[in-house]
């Protein structure tokens, strides 16, 4: 079964009318107009305030603000060290965000706990939340946070939406 | 005023409580025999000797010896200038001693960050709990028989705890190396 799908136009032959599928044109809205959640929590937050900043850009990818409310955002981008007492509430947050929902752990504490192996820190936000895309760094260069969100959009375009939502209604 | 001069005046006017003032690399220590009297002491460095300002208080934990617990207070003088260390020691039986927050109101976070960490308790503190760690958290982290990776626990919606996976053990460097891969952080067996 083909479970991608892509939109393919020439101009020339189409004029102003593209041919696609639903859940392609879905999973392109989506794709293009991912709202982060910063959970900024240590230093890879400065480098995501870097990120949105005017020289590494996020919203020329459709980013276009860092909503710091979890019902009105789309990727939870986990940034920085995850410490035990932390962690219930970086769980509350993403469990107040809406569908559907993604999460980018960025940098090398919220990917495996980073350089701190100990009794404080949670080794990896992917001990509580389920993550989509993990960067490696400490901290991730801006561009290497603009990588795991182009393949994040990726990910996202192919994602078989309308399967999915059929099986959940029924 | 120095701080050499500040500690001889402590000396002098609590005599056999506070030890010969030790001096190394500009910084003068000095050690109480009793911390029962630290507020007395304290009292006078910040009413007579100008002490109004307290850098910190630390705490150590001499594991297998008697007395187990160290505090050490960083008392400096904001107008004079002086920074004077004071050591007290506490044994593992009684883990406690009067608070100083009656002298600096700062000591309020420095002495429940010791109770924390170390398990110290402050008589007389205004609100001794938890800083850093959760109320209900078991263990006390900073105690030299407390693992690295920590340990198991469990307080229900509040915070879990789990061992870390160390690999093999603290990854250390070693200095003076002929090069940088000889000092590179990697376990270590304790051959020296």
């Given at each position: 079964m083909q479970t991608w799908s892509?939109?393919?136009?020439?101009?020339?032959?189409?004029?102003?009318?593209?041919?696609?599928?639903?859940?392609?044109?879905?999973?392109?809205?989506?794709k293009n107009s991912l709202w982060p959640m910063p959970m900024g929590l240590a230093c890879c937050a400065i480098e995501l305030m870097a990120v949105g900043a005017s020289r590494f850009d996020i919203s020329r990818f459709g980013s276009e603000v860092m909503r710091f409310s979890p019902r009105q955002s789309d990727v939870m981008i986990v940034a920085g060290t995850v410490t035990y007492?932390?962690?219930?509430?970086?769980?509350?947050?993403?469990?107040?965000?809406?569908?559907?929902?993604?999460?980018?752990?960025?940098?090398?504490?919220?990917?495996?706990?980073?350089?701190?192996?100990?009794?404080?820190?949670?080794?990896?936000?992917?001990?509580?939340?389920?993550?989509?895309?993990?960067?490696?760094?400490?901290?991730?260069?801006?561009?290497?946070v603009l990588d795991a969100l182009m393949k994040l959009q990726n990910k996202v375009q192919h994602e078989p939406l309308l399967a999915t939502l059929k099986k959940t209604a029924a | 005023?120095?701080?050499r001069e500040q500690a001889s005046q402590l000396?002098?006017?609590?005599?056999?409580?506070?030890?010969?003032?030790?001096?190394?690399?500009?910084?003068?220590?000095?050690?109480?025999?009793?911390?029962?009297?630290?507020?007395?002491?304290?009292?006078?460095?910040?009413?007579?000797?100008?002490?109004?300002?307290?850098?910190?208080?630390?705490?150590?934990?001499?594991?297998?010896?008697?007395?187990?617990?160290?505090?050490?207070?960083?008392?400096?003088?904001?107008e004079t200038g002086c920074e004077l260390r004071l050591k007290t020691d506490v044994s593992e039986e009684k883990s406690e001693l009067p608070t100083v927050t009656g002298v600096w109101r700062t000591a309020?976070?420095?002495?429940?960050?010791?109770?924390?960490?170390?398990?110290?308790?402050?008589?007389?503190?205004?609100?001794?709990?938890?800083?850093?760690?959760?109320?209900?958290?078991p263990y006390f982290p900073l105690r030299k028989d407390f693992p690295l990776a920590g340990k198991s626990s469990e307080v229900p919606e509040v915070a879990f705890t789990r061992p870390a996976p160390l690999a093999g053990g603290p990854f250390v460097t070693v200095a003076g190396g002929k090069d940088a891969i000889e000092r590179e952080p990697r376990v270590r067996n304790p051959e020296d």
């Open positions: 892509e939109i393919g136009y020439d101009s020339k032959i189409e004029g102003d009318v593209i041919v696609t599928r639903v859940d392609a044109a879905l999973n392109w809205f989506r007492k932390m962690a219930s509430v970086v769980k509350r947050i993403y469990d107040q965000m809406a569908e559907p929902k993604w999460v980018i752990a960025m940098g090398a504490c919220a990917s495996t706990g980073g350089m701190y192996r100990s009794y404080a820190v949670l080794q990896g936000v992917d001990r509580i939340l389920p993550v989509d895309i993990y960067v490696a760094g400490c901290p991730p260069r801006p561009e290497a | 005023m120095t701080a000396k002098a006017r609590f005599g056999d409580l506070i030890s010969e003032p030790v001096e190394f690399c500009g910084d003068v220590t000095v050690r109480l025999a009793d911390a029962e009297r630290v507020v007395e002491v304290c009292d006078f460095a910040k009413k007579e000797l100008g002490f109004n300002f307290l850098v910190d208080i630390s705490s150590l934990d001499n594991y297998g010896e008697d007395p187990r617990w160290t505090v050490v207070y960083h008392l400096r003088g904001l309020d976070w420095h002495e429940r960050e010791i109770y924390d960490m170390m398990g110290i308790r402050f008589r007389g503190h205004p609100d001794l709990r938890r800083i850093l760690m959760w109320e209900g958290y």
